[in-house]
């Protein structure tokens, strides 16, 4: 069963924090973290306690455009995306692994948006991440 993680708004997601509740994909999230916060994508990372989901959860933005929410589960975290009717269709032309894809395209619209939602719990799933990334970041 998943289990979210990190509901004690008294406790900041440091270093130490992540590393007890991701275990090994601590390795993942790190390597994530780096390559988001590179002079490559130049996005900014930053934790911040939401009430609605009595959760801490990590807002990725390039200026005031969110690309993605991380949120940390039990020995593995979530990257969440979201896009539109109109940019969903770029993602099947993403060089990315065709699980991906096949979960995105029965993904159900929340609203306006379509969720793409991947676990990660190691290193090898960042390149994909990071392609989504990348396309995200392009979009207007």
């Not at 900041?12 to 390795?27: A, D, Q």
Request: aromatic residues 12%; positive net charge; hydrophobic residues 40%.
């Amino acid at each position: 069963m998943e289990t979210r993680l990190l509901g004690e708004k008294e406790v900041y997601p440091n270093k130490e924090v992540l590393e007890k509740v991701l275990g090994e994909s601590y390795l993942a999230f790190n390597a994530l973290i780096e390559n988001l916060s590179n002079e490559k994508y130049a996005l900014v990372p930053e934790w911040r306690f939401y009430k609605d989901g009595q959760s801490w959860l990590c807002k990725v933005s390039n200026k005031k455009k969110t690309v993605c929410w991380i949120s940390a589960w039990n020995k593995f975290f979530k990257v969440g995306f979201y896009f539109t009717e109109k940019t969903r269709l770029g993602i099947n032309e993403l060089d990315i692994e065709n699980r991906i894809k096949e979960d995105f395209s029965k993904s159900e619209n929340i609203g306006k948006l379509i969720p793409l939602i991947i676990n990660v719990s190691r290193i090898e799933q960042i390149n994909d991440v990071l392609k989504i990334v990348e396309y995200k970041k392009k979009l207007k």
